[in-house]
């Protein structure tokens, strides 16, 4: 079971980079993670993403501001309290989000014309079980 589900991470990794730009790739999994939450929140400070992806506010300042300086995401210094700061994607980030989603919606189309209608509940049902797993 090791090699066969390290051979699909492999796979899976790959496929998705090789779908995006070359600046898009060399991104990691983190900084997606980043985008990903400041792309699900309206307008967040840096505490607020911190908060939702369960890190410290250091960390998430810094994981930000170096997207920021990737060009992939902007911050703007509240007018009511400079000690915060708001953060959102730039047109970058945004087509970063659209290319992402579009890959794993291609991904998803291509398991799903592998696997018989029983065989993706169960897939579904198993992900979803160690998705679940990994969140304890």
Known sequence: MEKILLEFIA???HSLKKQQSEEFAQLTL?????ID???ALANPTVGEVA???G???ASATTAINKLAALGFVSKTQSETDKRV???GLTEAGGQLVQARSKTIRAYVDFVASALTEDEIRQFDAILGK???RFKL
């Open 55 to 57: 890190f410290a506010k």
């Open 130 to 132: 160690l998705v679940a």
């Open 11 to 13: 796979t899976l990794d």
């Open 37 to 39: 939450a400041i792309a």
């Open 85 to 87: 700061f708001h953060v």
């Open 51 to 53: 908060a939702r992806l």
């Open 30 to 34: 983190s900084q997606f993670q980043y």
